[in-house]
């Protein structure tokens, strides 16, 4: 089974902190996607990426920036965070084209 | 762009009833097509899919869809619920790179024992 792990289910932080949130699988997959999931809007692609160091602007990049060193890691920065970021972040991944992705359980950030 | 509407945000359903969730895209590529589903606390799960062929797709839990490419819908149906299948249901379509999903709004079934 594909195991996608994130490294906090829960998390508060303060606005203008810088926040990391790691998402780690282990199935040898290419691609890696971040999105945010809130009430009514559905999930909404942050950032994605098709291999290591490289790096492709979703739907709403604004406000973020992510890392990719290693194939099974990807993580997610907020570098200031802001109120309106308080959100679901689901990372996800996928091994080819047209294939489905595979979520991790999510991180619940609030931002106070 | 890609856009993905599903018109049902909040469905209430008694054990036993029929189940059609509508979801209509805007693509104007090949479409791959998905339903996902979250149960309560559990991650996001596939339910079906559709790249190409029977326009009628099989999934798990007795879930079906129909791709209608005339009419750029894929609702979801399922003939009788269980209490077990609430949870919060999301559309999507993928681009032809297959490196995008573009969600609807997703809708909240809750099944009524």
């Known amino acids: 089974d594909v195991k996608v792990t994130q490294s906090s289910r829960y998390l508060v932080k303060r606005t203008g902190e810088k926040v990391f949130l790691e998402c780690v699988q282990d199935m040898d997959h290419e691609n890696m996607f971040w999105y945010r999931q809130d009430p009514g809007l559905g999930l909404r692609l942050i950032y994605f990426s098709y291999d290591v160091k490289m790096k492709e602007k979703g739907d709403i990049p604004e406000g973020y920036s992510v890392s990719r060193e290693k194939k099974e890691r990807f993580s997610l920065i907020l570098e200031s965070a802001s109120t309106n970021q308080t959100s679901m972040y689901l990372c996800?991944?996928?091994?080819?084209?047209?294939?489905?992705?595979?979520f991790g359980p999510g991180t619940r950030l609030t931002v106070t | 762009a890609q856009s993905v509407s599903q018109h049902n945000h909040h469905v209430i359903l008694s054990e036993a009833a029929s189940l059609e969730l509508g979801c209509n895209y805007s693509?104007?590529?090949?479409?791959?097509l998905f339903w996902y589903v979250q149960y309560p606390g559990q991650h996001l799960q596939l339910l079906l899919k559709y790249f190409s062929g029977d326009p009628l797709v099989k999934g798990i839990k007795g879930f079906e869809a129909e791709f209608i490419k005339s009419k750029f819908s894929f609702n979801l149906r399922k003939p009788s619920v269980q209490w077990s299948d609430t949870a919060e249901y999301f559309c999507?379509?993928?681009?032809?790179?297959?490196?995008?999903?573009?969600f609807g709004g997703g809708t909240r079934l809750m099944v009524k024992p």
């Open positions: 996800a991944s996928s091994s080819l084209p047209r294939a489905e992705q595979y």
């Open positions: 693509y104007g590529g090949t479409v791959n």
């Open positions: 999507a379509v993928g681009n032809n790179a297959g490196n995008m999903l573009t």
